[in-house]
């Protein structure tokens, strides 16, 4: 069974930092392309950021470039998005999944809130 589980989430003040991790099972992580996403109250889940499978490709939502990266630890099945220079506009919750032309189920995602 196909699994992502999303943490690392919280409060954080504006210009402050999170690190998310998604945790991945069920399926041969190193051989799928691996993307964060975000969604808020009433929007469409909105794509972050993406990594390739060996993790030297990377891209990015413009609204996030210069400020957030994306790596892989293929060993640990995992999943990372450092996020940096928070704004209050970077509040939602994070889910990964990977690139699938199938149909994968969302994990519960985490919650990040940039407030002051």
């Known amino acids: 069974q196909v699994q992502f589980v999303e943490s690392g989430g919280g409060l954080v003040q504006p210009g402050g930092s999170l690190r998310l991790s998604c945790a991945a099972s069920?399926?041969?992580?190193?051989?799928?392309?691996m993307s964060w996403y975000r969604q808020t109250p009433g929007k469409e889940r909105e794509l972050v950021a993406t990594v390739t499978t060996a993790g030297s490709g990377t891209n990015y939502a413009d609204s996030v470039k210069g400020r957030f990266t994306i790596s892989r630890d293929n060993a640990k099945n995992t999943v990372y998005l450092q996020m940096n220079s928070l704004k209050p506009e970077d509040t939602a919750v994070y889910y990964c999944k990977r690139t699938y032309h199938g149909s994968d189920s969302w994990g519960q995602g985490t919650q990040v809130t940039v407030s002051s």
């Open positions: 069920g399926f041969t992580f190193g051989s799928y392309v």
